[in-house]
């Protein structure tokens, strides 16, 4: 018999049932959605105010090159900080952190202080806040959803946060217009509103490291879920091969952000070019539990790669923006649901104590990639037509879909994951 669960004590889990009546899942995504609608204004309006204040397409690329690279740097300490520490309570800290920080960015930006040196900074600082968050709220969502439910509450997740970056994008653009500064400003709003949420949850998480693990040094700590990560050999190629891809999409969306910037289109305009990667990328994660049950996670991984490269080779063929704007939805939908593999997979396959540090790990090398695709294409639209570098581009993601893992790298762990008691990745993924 099971032992009662005393007044006033904390449950860890939920009792099964509908997500909508799942009040702490529900404030989780609510919280999350709005900050990443903020972070989708922002998104748009910074490399527009970093041209509108310098003119040039490498100084874009270097902003966004110093801004992911922060983040990157910040994905080594934030696992263990969010295997180390009271989840909820790293969540709160870093979305108050990031309201505070957009804030005075908005300030900068409306008295004139925004220089290219402000950027920077305010791009570290974020992106160090940023990392905590990120290796703490899919384990935080695990904790507050049964195991039976994880599947579609991750699914329910994304297509959230994809609405976000659709709106996002097109209410930063809009905003940018009236001022520049209104964006940020937004930003920092929604950070605010997504600690309150934080604060209100009523599941109380906790650190999940193992007895002595405290006293663990940090570097051991640091180095534990690349370890893991190396050890683990599906995983180890899928997250390799979609670090590579996050290389190309950071080059092509900067691409056709400067290109349809330099043609004279409005800050509205260029809002709408990336909220269509947005209704790609819902669209993506939509189909993607249909898509598990009909496809392999192989031929998912082939299929969806191959068509990132016809779609990005295609924009070498025009200079239409909304042609453009298409193939990048396109090559969005691709992603999104070849995404959904790799996110099961790595929730499933990875213990709870080591989740934050996993999730960081991956985190890392997701991340250490795009600052050298936004600066070398920043470095290239200086001197090269955009087609060359598509067509570039697309070659490089044929190269990867070619190298993404096969049925059988899929059934060999599989079949380790039976021996060691760990469920079937696709099984669960149709959950």
């Not at 006033?8 to 900050?35: E, H, I, K, Y």
């Not at 996993?358 to 090269?384: H, K, Q, R, V, Y």
Request: contains cysteine.
């Amino acid at each position: 018999m099971s032992a009662a669960v005393k007044p006033g004590s904390c449950r860890r889990t939920p009792p099964p049932g509908s997500l909508r009546r799942n009040r702490d899942f529900q404030l989780l995504c609510a919280g999350q959605g709005l900050s990443l609608l903020g972070s989708g204004a922002s998104a748009v309006a910074l490399p527009l105010l970093v041209l509108q204040i310098t003119d040039s397409p490498l100084r874009v690329g270097l902003v966004e090159a110093v801004w992911t690279g922060a983040l990157a740097l910040a994905c080594l300490p934030a696992g263990p900080v969010a295997d180390r520490f009271d989840r909820r309570t790293v969540l709160l800290v870093c979305e108050a952190g990031r309201a505070v920080a957009s804030a005075a960015l908005a300030a900068a930006v409306l008295t004139g202080f925004a220089t290219l040196p402000v950027l920077l900074a305010a791009g570290v600082v974020l992106g160090f806040l940023a990392a905590p968050f990120n290796a703490a709220v899919l384990p935080a969502v695990r904790e507050v959803v049964p195991e039976s439910r994880l599947a579609t509450a991750l699914a329910v997740n994304q297509v959230r946060g994809q609405l976000a970056f659709l709106l996002g994008p097109v209410i930063g653009g809009v905003l940018f217009e009236a001022s520049p500064s209104w964006p940020f400003w937004l930003d920092s709003a929604s950070y605010a509103v997504s600690a309150a949420c934080v604060r209100a949850l009523r599941t109380r998480t906790r650190a999940h490291l193992p007895d002595g693990a405290g006293r663990e040094g940090w570097w051991r700590s640091f180095t534990t879920g690349i370890a893991f990560l190396w050890g683990e050999r599906v995983l180890r190629r899928l997250t390799l091969i979609a670090s590579a891809q996050n290389f190309v999409f950071d080059g092509v969306y900067l691409a056709i952000v400067v290109t349809a910037a330099r043609e004279g289109a409005s800050g509205g305009s260029v809002g709408m070019l990336t909220a269509m990667s947005a209704v790609g990328a819902m669209t993506g994660v939509v189909l993607a539990p249909r898509a598990g049950r009909l496809l392999s996670p192989s031929a998912v991984l082939l299929v969806t790669g191959v068509l990132c490269a016809l779609l990005v080779g295609a924009m070498a063929l025009t200079a239409s923006a909304l042609v453009l704007a298409v193939l990048l939805a396109g090559c969005a939908l691709a992603v999104a649901v070849a995404g959904s593999v790799l996110t099961v997979a790595r929730l499933l396959r990875t213990p709870a104590r080591l989740q934050g540090r996993a999730n960081s790990a991956i985190g890392l090398l997701f991340m250490a990639t795009p600052p050298l695709g936004s600066s070398l294409t920043g470095l290239f639209l200086d001197e090269l037509p955009g087609w060359i570098l598509f067509l570039c581009f697309g070659s490089v993601l044929a190269l990867l879909a070619a190298a993404s893992p096969r049925e059988a790298a899929f059934a060999s762990a599989d079949a380790l994951d039976r021996s060691n008691g760990v469920g079937h990745t696709r099984a669960h993924a149709m959950d």
